[in-house]
């Protein structure tokens, strides 16, 4: 096989079964590419004995005729994913040294059906972040490049897994996203993500953020494997009291459905300040895409839109300093050594956790506090169901609902903003699908006149993950998204 | 609503975190920027609506209740930064 790199999963997964490449060939392919990228930044830890272990063992099953669903193909996993006998830190130094006794229900599904853990992925420290900046091993950078050179960010929290997939460092990836951390690095990239139903991956496993919000999902470079990836990863985890107990549709199957007959809804809040003027014209073609493959597109509305950012940075900092409380220097990670208890524990988080999630630990304090618990809290979780109505109501006319990923492509590192508001504002338009606990997807769509990626992204009913795959698809197909970034490994520069 | 430094103190006591002096005056300004722009949810009448607290629409699951894992002393042990006999090691809390 002339360039292993450039097969998806679902052609490489062929050629593994038809013999024409084995699994360690394709996997020591893949980890020359993360040394070659290494620049990226978006490994932080690579396990090339045990990706190759677990290649040598899917070569036994493919021979065997007993391959999984993902046999043989190398897979990135977020550092937020629990792996057994594998440093797992959520990009913070509080998790220095930890290395987990058991395996994410999510990474576990995936194992079992035959992926190869590269290793570990660059992310912002405990998801908190859009730009992968926050994390204690310092940025992961996008393979695509500004026009003057510039290192740009991949987005985040999942950056350093929206990159390593652009780069062609990883086939595929997991992710999370508890705001839009899959579909906006996706969009910075140029590749496609998933967020899930709430409830449809297993939460198990995983260092929790906002645990209300969060799910696990994933990242490929076509939709087709995306579908593939979704389908190894979901299942109903006893382990998880919020998981689904909804059977997954054949995603695969989705894929050449069609739009034809669908009615796709377009909400005119979604129009909004600062927007980039190529981010709405991609919208629209989006729009006459999908209505040229038969959909019929429909004006919405969702009114309470402006209302879902600020009501995210209420709930989600709340759930975050509820969950982070457990890192406390006793149990794992760092410990400070103080001579009171509480100095130990003050000293510790003072010590391990980095700028951003003490600012979001401590605004989740003072809204669960006395007296301020009603004003700020209780009033985003009516908010909440506000939105959440808004989109319930949309789908009682619509199948589903097509939007920006993103209000801008990727920006440069390290560029200086001067309140934290402004970084908030990359996920306006995927922070409403956490709080309703709705899919979505991200797919590339096309590049703008710096010739960087934009994206789209797809909304659907709760558990309608298949719907979204049709509609992706054919969005796919009509983009033509063939544009490569300049840093990927095999690449010319 | 706002906060002033003797807030942020008592917050970053509450979640136990030891800010210094010099961070507590930055936050003050930081805090406020997020605390302003939330104030926002303000213009929103949420009179009648009740707090959505989970998306899931199934409540709890249940099982019968027996012990179905445990014994795993090593395990539970095995990223403690102290421990002694099987136990996790703290500064003295009782004189």
């Known amino acids: 096989m002339a360039d292993l790199l450039s097969l998806s999963a679902v052609e490489a997964r062929a050629a593994l079964d038809a013999g024409e490449v084995s699994a360690p060939e394709l996997t020591g392919a893949y980890l ?13 830890a690579v396990t090339a004995d045990k990706a190759m272990e677990m290649a040598e063992a899917s070569q036994v099953r493919i021979k065997a005729d007993e391959a999984g669903l993902i046999e043989g193909i190398p897979v990135g996993v977020k550092d937020l994913f629990c792996t057994a006998g594998v440093a797992s830190t959520a990009c913070s130094k509080i998790l220095e040294g930890f290395t987990p006794t058991y395996e994410s229900t999510v990474t576990g599904n995936l194992w079992r059906e035959g992926g190869v853990m590269l290793g570990k992925i660059n992310c912002d420290e405990f998801a908190m972040g859009s730009a992968n900046e926050t994390s204690a091993f310092g940025p992961a950078v996008n393979p695509w490049q500004a026009a003057d050179g510039a290192d740009l ?19 595929l990836a997991t992710g999370t996203d508890t705001g839009g ?41 076509t939709v087709a494997d995306n579908a593939l990836m979704m389908q190894a990863m979901a299942s109903h985890d006893l382990k998880d009291s919020t998981s689904a107990d909804t059977p997954l549709p054949d995603l695969m199957a989705a894929l050449d459905k069609g739009v034809k007959g669908m009615k796709i809804g377009v909400p005119s809040e979604y129009v909004m ?21 038969g959909a019929e597109l429909v004006e919405i509305s969702l009114p309470h839109t402006k209302y879902a950012l600020p009501a995210y940075y209420i709930i989600a900092p709340a759930e975050a300093s509820s969950n982070l409380a457990r890192y406390d220097g006793v149990r794992y990670g760092l410990r400070v050594e103080a001579d009171s208890l509480d100095d130990m ?5 003072a010590a391990g956790f980095g700028d951003e999630v003490q600012r979001r630990i401590m605004i989740g304090t003072y809204v669960l506090s006395a007296g301020y618990y009603d004003a700020y809290y209780l009033k985003a979780q009516k908010v909440r169901r506000l939105i959440k109505q808004d989109f319930d109501t949309a789908y009682e006319t619509v199948d589903a609902i097509l939007t920006p990923a993103t209000p801008t492509a990727a920006f440069p590192v390290g560029r200086k903003v001067d309140d934290p508001v402004t970084n908030f504002l990359n996920d306006v338009f995927t922070v409403p699908a956490n709080l309703a606990g709705l899919p979505g997807m991200a797919v590339p769509a096309g590049l703008n006149a710096d010739g960087l990626p934009l994206g789209l992204q797809i909304l659907g009913r709760p558990f309608d993950e298949a719907t979204l795959y049709s509609i992706g698809r054919v969005i796919e197909d009509a983009a033509a998204f063939d544009a490569v970034p300049s840093r990927r490994a095999g690449g010319a520069s | 609503m706002s906060v002033d430094k003797a807030t942020v103190a008592r917050i970053a006591r509450l979640a136990r975190i030891n800010v210094p002096e010099d961070r507590q005056e930055q936050l003050v300004g930081e805090l406020n920027g997020i605390l302003d722009w939330i104030a926002e949810l303000d213009e929103v009448d949420t009179g009648a609506v009740e707090p959505l607290a989970s998306v899931t629409g199934h409540g709890l699951p249940r099982r019968s209740d027996e012990v179905t894992d445990g014994n795993r002393v090593d395990e539970v042990l095995a990223n403690v930064p102290e421990t002694a006999g099987g136990f996790f090691v703290v500064p003295k809390v009782v004189e």
């Open chain 1, 32 to 44: 020359t590419a993360i040394e070659e990228t290494g620049a990226l930044n978006n490994y932080v």
């Open chain 1, 273 to 293: 300040d600062g927007m980039d003027s190529e981010v709405v014209a991609l919208w629209e073609k989006g729009q006459a895409w999908l209505r040229d493959a």
């Open chain 1, 181 to 221: 951390s899959i579909r906006q690095p996706a969009a910075f990239c140029g590749v496609v993500g998933m967020k899930p139903t709430y409830g449809r991956c297993s939460r198990w496993g995983i260092v929790a953020f906002a645990s209300s919000l969060d799910q696990a999902g994933p990242f490929s470079r």
């Open chain 1, 153 to 171: 960010v991949p987005g985040g929290s999942s950056g350093g897994s929206a990159s390593a997939v652009a780069a062609r460092s990883a086939l």
């Open chain 1, 345 to 349: 524990y003050g000293e510790t988080r």
